[in-house]
């Protein structure tokens, strides 16, 4: 959907400044720079809301760190449905929810939430082509429903975490695009570590921290593809302390870059 609707822009800005070339004989520079000065910017959502966290302090967060990182961005932040683990979004009530945007960004925490058609309706919109960034409690998110979608649009399953800690980050795809700009020897910020207990199977794993109660390496960094959409997941994200680590910022706007397809 991106890559249509930019190359289409490109292609009639392309247009344009041939016709003019065409019609008066002389484009100068400053033609020039308006006929391509067209609208790369990214539209991005970010879902955010229910238990633990702190909502507000994370989505600002994030888009301070992508305008950090030269990304021009049009956000729309949907915080609703309360602080508890049960909610139903009226945002998602809408078929064409996930229309206008480029990439959307999962960081919510409803865990108790279960209705197969409200869950439906959401990974739908992602198995079409929307693609996604899935933070921390997102993983825990309609855990208690019967169901798997949401789980095989994350591309992992969790339903618990070890204790808070700093864990040693592993990566291990160093020559993944998301990757690339990763320290080899990064230490999360105080931080939960969540069990995976299953890794579905177009989910490719980017990084993993042991627990440091069966020393058993559990994914902390991946992407997905489900259906036709990138998917890129980290379970980091508790705390504002993660939201204020570099390594941890810098990799999400790559990640979701990368979702995109705005990083090969
Ligand atoms: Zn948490």
């Keep these: 959907m991106t890559s249509h609707s930019t190359l289409s822009r490109r292609f009639a800005a392309t247009f344009l400044l041939a016709s003019a070339v065409l019609f008066s004989g002389f484009a100068s520079a400053d033609d020039t720079s308006k006929a391509e000065s067209v609208d790369d910017s990214l539209s991005v959502l970010i879902i955010t809301s229910g238990c633990c966290h ?48 480029d990439v959307v960004i999962h960081n919510e925490c409803f865990a108790a939430t279960t209705n197969p058609d409200y869950i439906r309706q959401i990974t739908k919109a992602h198995h079409a082509g929307v693609p996604a960034v899935v933070i921390h409690c997102a993983m825990h998110t309609y855990r208690d429903a019967e169901i798997d979608d949401w789980r095989e649009f994350l591309g992992v399953t969790s339903r618990r975490h070890d204790h808070q800690s700093h864990y040693p980050i592993k990566v291990v795809a160093e020559d993944h695009p998301v990757m690339r700009e990763y320290p080899a020897a990064h230490v999360s910020a105080m931080d939960e570590l969540y069990i995976i207990e299953k890794v579905w199977p177009n989910t490719t794993v980017l990084a993993t921290s042991k627990s440091e109660r069966d020393g058993k390496s559990h994914p902390v960094i991946w992407t997905n593809q489900y259906g036709d959409a990138r998917v890129y997941g980290t379970t980091y994200g508790h705390s504002n302390e993660t939201f204020q680590d570099e390594v941890f910022l810098a990799n999400l706007v790559r990640g979701m870059l990368w979702a995109a397809g705005r990083v090969e």
């Design 54 to 101: 702190d909502y507000d302090f994370q989505a600002k967060a994030i888009q301070m760190a992508a305008t950090k990182a030269g990304v021009e961005a049009k956000w729309t932040v949907v915080n609703d449905g309360g602080k508890g683990t049960q909610a139903e979004i009226d945002f998602y009530g809408d078929e064409d929810w996930a229309k206008p945007f």
